[in-house]
């Protein structure tokens, strides 16, 4: 969905959370073994980011008028 996940963005997501993942992923908990979760976690979170900036764009651009009818 237009996001970019590097190497990188998974690497020093591993470094900052490895203790956390240590304990999440006892048996195989490498770099190597956890990439695919890693990168579906951080293309997760991105989407949700973009999804919400563009989301407060809109309401921002767009103007709501409610209709004291449409309430009776």
Known sequence: AGV???DDDIR??????????????????????????IRSLLENQRIDQNFNAWLDET????????KEEAFK
């Open 59 to 66: 309401r921002k651009a767009d103007r709501v008028e409610y």
């Open 12 to 37: 020093q997501y591993y470094d900052q959370h490895l203790s956390a993942l240590q304990k999440q992923y006892p048996k195989d908990n490498t770099l190597a073994a956890l990439t695919p979760q």
């Open 4 to 6: 970019v996940v590097t």
